[in-house]
T-cell receptor
Framework: QQPVQSPQAVILREGEDAVINCSSS?????VHWYRQKHGEAPVFLMI?????EQKGHDKISASFNEKKQQSSLYLTASQLSYSGTYFC????????????FGKGTKLSVKP | DTGVSQDPRHKITKRGQNVTFRCDPI?????LYWYRQTLGQGPEFLTY????????KSRLLSDRFSAERPKGSFSTLEIQRTEQGDSAMYLC?????????????FGSGTRLTVV
């Protein structure tokens, strides 16, 4: 039950904002967010636990909507360094095992 | 803390040959994961270990794939009788404990090309 990410790709100018969504058809325990730059390994950004919390990381924040089984990643005042592919990974109820990753959202920030 | 190390970084092999990859996780991390990633896709789960015990293996994983983590330290992933469809980036990750609460630290990966 791979989570569905949207949009698949987004192009921004420096300073613009973006939202990336991650939805699951199964009940979620937690959601992870990672960023992967071309040719590099994914890098952990943050983890959201069920409970509708919101977390921040510099100008990157995320929320978890337990009712909708959805998480959203917010990138504000984007910088060139934000470019990359963003993946959400989901942990489902009752499982403390592996993450299931979405297909990713490619973010390109232009000067 | 030197992060997660994977060796080799690149491997080119002929179809039908066996290959083995190594992963050295962060020493304090109890969990170790193997994923496979192809171009334009998210990492696909293969298997994971809690210390030396292999707790889960993907149903999609062929019998040609085997992984070990002796003594709960480094891990190896072996692919027997490689096929062209095995060409991918093989990523290893480790985490402190349960995936519910702890993020992964990924290694740089081993890129396998089967010719």
């Amino acid at each position: 039950q791979q989570p569905v990410q949207s949009p698949q790709a987004v192009i921004l100018r420096e300073g613009e904002d973006a939202v990336i969504n991650c939805s699951s058809s199964k009940a979620l325990y937690s959601v992870h967010w990672y960023r992967q730059k071309h040719g590099e390994a994914p890098v952990f950004l943050m983890i959201l636990l069920k409970g509708g919390e919101q977390k921040g990381h510099d100008k990157i924040s995320a929320s978890f909507n337990e009712k909708k089984q959805q998480s959203s990643l917010y990138l504000t005042a984007s910088q060139l360094s934000y470019s990359g592919t963003y993946f959400c990974g989901t942990v489902h109820g009752g499982s403390q095992g592996n993450l299931i990753f979405g297909k990713g959202t490619k973010l390109s920030v232009k000067p | 803390d030197t992060g997660v190390s994977q060796d080799p970084r690149h491997k080119i092999t002929k179809r039908g040959q066996n290959v083995t990859f190594r992963c050295d996780p962060i020493s304090e991390h109890n969990r170790l994961y193997w994923y496979r990633q192809t171009l334009g896709q998210g990492p696909e789960f293969l298997t994971y270990f809690q210390n030396e015990a292999q707790l889960e293996k993907s149903r999609l994983l062929s019998d040609r794939f085997s992984a070990e983590r002796p003594k709960g330290s480094f891990s190896t992933l072996e692919i027997q009788r490689t096929e062209q469809g095995d060409s991918a980036m093989y990523l290893c990750a480790s985490s402190l404990e349960s995936t519910v609460y702890y993020g992964y630290t990924f290694g740089s990966g081993t890129r396998l090309t089967v010719v």
